[in-house]
């Protein structure tokens, strides 16, 4: 794998099945990267297609139907579909993305992409993404299209690669190779085992594949065994899987995997993310001019009545509230570090997050008794380019992160991120006293309340002590390129080598 950047593959065709993709559907980073990383194969000169689920709040503007309703065979008989096109935005030259969604409207149809509180228990999720990807085969046969690669994405595609070894195992699929990209280990789709009833699987084939585990389906865990080659999206993210601490039970299955695993750190989408053009921010700014972060963040501070001062440090967090985030190391009632740093320090915080509710009402209580603690809770991508543009610094304590895409927004922006050294925050910021001189953000001694209290004032001292050396450290981080280029070159190699294995079942 440690071939040079300037490698070209052939053009392949490739199939990315996926349940969240921007702008269509997205709860978290999973929507980002796969778009960018097909967008940027398209660049490259491989045809590269994306199928999702298509939601009631999924815009169908610029959707066409294409002809015909498509009918997926299920264990319980057919479920009919209708398809619509669409295509990623892209830049002149380059290939189209063709997005095709699947639409049903009873199983799809619901605002929430994941079922409802319970729907998991009762294996509704089971037969929705079984479903979608059932149908990702039938399009193809449908459009007389077919693959080189299927590249499926986190446990709602985990049924790709299951099937390409059990019923689509036969032509043309039998060439397809199936690449299973991990985004988070943390959600395996478990359910009962009752729910198999749902896919078109033999109790043969069930046991074959390694579907079962413990007594439950694990969709996740049969993906992994199933695929070709199987991705991670930062490489220290696929050592840490391996080992107990991270591998949610899947750890030993990993190490059994070791050698097909990559671990491959997603880019950032610099066409969206770049303060040089950002539509959304009041001003622009690049590592040569900071002016327009300054007035960037004058402009947060009025938005929300904070005291216009330049030299206070300006604290941001866009995250999901939930465990893996480190929410309860910063609020938990008692113990959390929060209130401690808004009461000790002259700090500015802004969150925007939703959530566990829990955790959306301990941080709507502190912003309360905090004039210095500002929480939004709601969703909203332009806010999002406001905090990382205005902030100085930004706070990602996560328990673990698998790659994690604000860290590197926050570098492009010259934000610096005060961050847990795990998974892909480690791949890539540099701690400010590392010995190589080149630090680009702060890495906390330890994910609990007062690893990040330190972190968080060894940031702030430096912010007040040491300011050419914080300015230095903005400014490396915005020279940085982040961008899939180099992403993209590497999941090229792992379809090439995923296509010999194929070959050689
Ligand atoms: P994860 O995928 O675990 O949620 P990432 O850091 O990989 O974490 O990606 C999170 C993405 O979701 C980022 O693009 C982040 O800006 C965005 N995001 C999360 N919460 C919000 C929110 N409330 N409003 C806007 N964007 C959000």
């Known amino acids: 794998m440690n071939t040079p950047i300037d490698f070209a593959a052939p053009p392949m065709r490739i199939l990315m099945i996926s349940s969240e993709a921007s702008p269509f559907a997205k709860v978290g980073g999973l929507a980002d990267a796969v778009p960018a990383l097909a967008a940027e194969l398209a660049r490259l000169g491989h045809d590269v297609r994306l199928v999702i689920p298509r939601y009631a709040d999924t815009d169908r503007d610029n959707a066409e139907p294409i002809a015909g309703p498509l009918g997926i065979r299920m264990a319980r008989g057919e479920y009919w579909t209708e398809i619509l096109e669409s295509c990623l935005p892209r830049e002149e030259q380059t290939l189209p993305v063709r997005v095709y969604m699947i639409e049903h409207l009873e199983l799809f149809g619901r605002d929430a992409i994941y079922a409802r509180p319970g729907g998991s228990e009762s294996g509704e999720d089971l037969l929705r993404f079984g479903l979608l990807c059932r149908a990702a085969f039938q399009l193809c046969r449908k459009l007389n299209w077919y693959p080189d690669v299927m590249h499926a994405h986190d446990w709602p595609a985990a049924l790709v690669p299951i099937y390409l070894k059990t019923v689509e195992n036969i032509r043309p699929f039998d060439e397809t190779a199936g690449v299973f990209s991990i985004h988070n280990l943390g959600y395996q789709g478990v359910f009962p085992l009752e729910a198999l009833r749902h896919l078109p699987l033999n109790p043969g084939e069930v046991e074959r594949v390694g579907l079962e585990y413990f007594g439950r389906v694990n969709t996740l865990k049969a993906g992994i065994l199933c695929a070709e080659l199987v991705t991670t999206v930062s490489p220290s993210y696929a050592r840490e899987i391996q080992q107990p601490e991270h591998g949610f039970g899947l750890d030993g299955v990993l190490r059994e995997r070791s050698s097909d695993l990559f671990g491959i750190l997603n880019g950032i989408d610099v066409t969206l993310w770049s303060p040089e053009n950002d539509e959304l921010i009041p001003a622009r700014f690049d590592a040569e001019d900071l002016r327009g972060k300054s007035e960037c963040k004058a402009a947060l501070q009025k938005r929300y009545h904070l005291p216009a001062h330049a030299d206070v440090p300006l604290i941001g ?167 899939w280029r180099h992403a993209s070159r590497e999941y090229e190699r792992v379809y090439l080598r995923a296509l010999q294995l194929r070959m050689r079942q």
């Open 317 to 483: 967090m866009i995250t999901r509230l939930v465990d893996q985030k480190g929410i309860a190391e910063l609020v938990g009632p008692g113990y959390g570090c929060l209130p401690h740093l808004l009461r000790e320090h002259d700090l500015q915080f802004v969150i925007l997050g939703t959530g566990d509710p829990h955790y959306e009402q301990g941080l709507a209580e502190l912003a309360d008794r905090h004039p210095n603690m500002v929480y939004e809770r709601m969703f909203d991508e332009q806010l999002a380019h406001l905090i990382e543009a205005a902030s100085d610094f930004f706070l990602m304590p996560s328990r673990y992160e698998p790659c994690g895409l604000n860290q590197m927004y926050s570098l492009r922006y010259g934000t610096l991120p005060i961050a847990t050294a795990t998974g892909g925050l480690r791949d890539s910021i540099v701690d400010a006293d590392d010995p190589s001189g080149n630090g680009t953000g702060f890495f906390l001694d330890s994910s609990n309340p007062s690893g990040i209290q330190h972190g968080v004032e060894r940031a702030i001292a430096t912010y007040h002590g040491e300011p050419a050396k914080l300015d230095a450290m903005r400014r490396r981080g915005m020279r940085q390129d982040f961008s």
